[in-house]
Nanobody
């Protein structure tokens, strides 16, 4: 099993920035990719960004392209999500999650088998 712990959420005004961190522990050698997903009240959980664990592949949801950047520090088993130009519609609980087997698409929330507890991001207008 892979354990994931997020940090860095909070309240920010529209146009501001936040950086989320996710520390992975346990069987990290089984990780294929790490992703960030979010869930707003009354909505389904949706994909935000992902990065392959051992390579340079990244994916982004269209809604965050150009504003969010996913990065990782393999030596520290940590993944980051830098969020700039935040909008009120970015308000959600953000989850860090891991894919631990080969899959074709990192964008499908169903491919993530290990999840963190989530961190709240609130963007005020």
């Amino acid at each position: 099993q892979v354990q994931l712990v997020e940090s860095g959420g909070g309240l920010v005004q529209a146009g501001g920035s936040l950086r989320l961190s996710c520390l992975a522990s346990g069987r990290t050698f089984t990780i294929y990719a790490m992703g960030w997903l979010r869930q707003a009240p009354g909505k389904e959980r949706e994909f935000v960004a992902a990065a392959s664990w051992s390579g340079g592949k990244t994916n982004y949801a269209d809604s965050v392209k150009g504003r969010f950047t996913i990065s990782k520090d393999n030596a520290r088993n940590t993944v980051y999500l830098q969020m700039n130009s935040l909008k009120p519609e970015d308000t959600a609980v953000y989850y860090c999650a891991a894919i631990t087997n080969w899959v074709e698409h990192y964008t499908d929330p169903g491919n993530y088998k290990n999840w963190g507890q989530g961190t709240q991001v609130t963007v005020s207008s």
